[in-house]
């Protein structure tokens, strides 16, 4: 595997692209929740259902797109993949009906997958090189969750600024015409990261030549498939992924449990987002001094500890101080096994030219909580309203971290003496 030769804005692009791409899709309706059930008319179970028909597309999409990432490019199928999405932000912002709803979350699942995903994470491991796979990759975390978080500020604002009542009185009408606003504003965004993708995320020709090969075969998916490495981090991101999702419960659980507004409950969505990019940069660097594996590990038991906080209820409304501690211990182990979970693949012996096709692979099993979680959690919170809800769904988030970190203290011994 080669020196690290792109530059620095190389990786920034990547970054940029690597969350912008997931605004319209997620962020936005984690950052709003509750607005978004207003405005589209819909209940956790339905907004669970379209995240599920993201998911079912996402899932092909990684397979099918896998391999694509290791015939062309990234800075074209990134740049085209951001470009679609955008499209995709002015049907969303005509507050369509549920079933147009369900439509554009897969046509979303599509282009925020096929086009993009495998590039995105082939790219970062290039710019990592041979020595900074953990810093890369939690330079990409960290990064993306920071470029959330400020779409997620830039939109509260916007919407608090279109809001002229007071925030608690404000009707559905007026709720829908302000976050209108904050979706064209993030479209627009999205669309322009993709021209600054397509002209400036260039690579030197040579290593273009080196990671990109004329067609795929079978023989080499049979070779990513015989790895051991591959078949432990489909499981490693399952349970990963299913503890990401859970956190966009954090601003449902601060209105129903902690009794905030709309504004308020936002806020502590924006929070969630601030904590990662500390978390991604702070774990990336410590990986690579260290050893990533052991690191990853460590992250399922944070997040394991944190979920039971929540899950035996000793998070009420009147333990303001404990809630948000709770959050940023959850938030730590969530983010960190997130910001690790593609850095190990280097130890685990995946070939960098077979990244794209490897990583569509382990992509199928391990994002599959897209399908599950989301129904998932609206009918443990339909099912249970209040606080009974929302600690069923912590101990759910329990038992997945606990999976985790056996399996990535499992990769841990497989791979300890190999060199990062």
């Known amino acids: 595997m080669h020196q690290k030769t792109a530059p620095w804005y190389f990786l920034l692009l990547v970054i940029l692209a690597g969350e912008s791409a997931f605004i319209l899709p997620f962020v936005l309706s984690r950052v709003f929740r509750p607005t978004v059930l207003d405005a589209f008319g819909l209940d956790n179970v339905q907004l669970g259902l379209c995240f599920s028909v993201y998911g079912v597309v996402a899932l092909v999409s990684y397979l099918f797109g896998g391999p694509l990432a290791d015939k062309y490019p990234p800075r074209k199928l990134i740049a085209i993949a951001l470009w679609l999405?955008?499209?995709?932000?002015?049907?969303?912002?005509?507050?369509?009906?549920?079933?147009?709803?369900?439509?554009?979350?897969?046509?979303?699942?599509?282009?925020?997958?096929?086009?993009?995903?495998?590039?995105?994470?082939?790219?970062?491991?290039?710019?990592?090189?041979?020595?900074?796979?953990?810093?890369?990759?939690?330079?990409?975390?960290?990064?993306?969750?920071?470029?959330?978080?400020?779409?997620?500020?830039?939109?509260?604002?916007i919407f608090s600024l279109f809001i002229t009542s007071e925030i608690s009185k404000a009707g559905i009408a007026e709720s829908r015409e302000a976050f209108k606003y904050v979706i064209l504003v993030s479209a627009g965004i999205v669309a322009f990261v993709g021209f600054l993708v397509w002209f400036f995320m260039k690579m030197d020709s040579r290593i273009e030549k080196e990671i990109i090969l004329d067609k795929i075969t079978i023989s080499q998916i049979k070779e990513v498939l015989r790895l051991p490495s591959v078949w432990l981090l489909m499981?490693?991101?399952?349970?990963?992924?299913?503890?990401?999702?859970?956190?966009?419960?954090?601003?449902?659980?601060?209105?129903?449990?902690?009794?905030?507004?709309?504004?308020?409950?936002?806020?502590?969505?924006t929070f969630l987002l601030f904590i990662r990019p500390v978390i991604g940069v702070l774990i990336g660097v410590l990986a690579d001094r260290t050893q990533t594996t052991f690191w990853l590990m460590t992250s399922f038991v944070i997040a394991v500890l944190g979920a039971l906080l929540f899950a035996t209820g000793l998070v009420s409304a009147s333990a303001t101080s404990l809630f948000f501690i709770s959050i940023l211990i959850v938030a730590t182990g969530v983010y960190a096994a997130r910001s690790l979970y593609f850095a190990v693949m280097q130890r685990g012996q995946i070939p960098l030219v077979l990244t794209g096709t490897a990583v569509g692979l382990i992509s199928l099993i391990g994002y599959t909580p897209d399908i599950f979680a989301g129904p998932a959690m609206g009918y443990l919170l339909e099912n249970k309203p209040g606080v009974r809800g929302h600690q069923d769904v912590f101990w759910m988030l329990a038992i997945f971290s606990s999976i985790g970190g056996l399996t990535a203290w499992y990769y841990h011994r497989l791979y300890k003496k190999g060199k990062d």
């Open 85 to 157: 999405t955008a499209l995709g932000g002015l049907v969303y912002a005509s507050f369509p009906s549920y079933d147009v709803l369900k439509i554009l979350y897969g046509y979303w699942g599509f282009t925020t997958i096929f086009l993009f995903w495998a590039p995105m994470i082939k790219a970062t491991r290039v710019w990592g090189g041979n020595t900074s796979q953990g810093k890369a990759f939690g330079f990409l975390d960290g990064g993306r969750g920071l470029v959330g978080a400020l779409f997620g500020t830039m939109g509260v604002l």
């Open 235 to 269: 499981i490693i991101i399952l349970c990963a992924y299913v503890g990401y999702k859970i956190t966009d419960v954090f601003s449902l659980y601060a209105q129903d449990v902690m009794l905030y507004d709309q504004v308020q409950s936002a806020q502590v969505g």
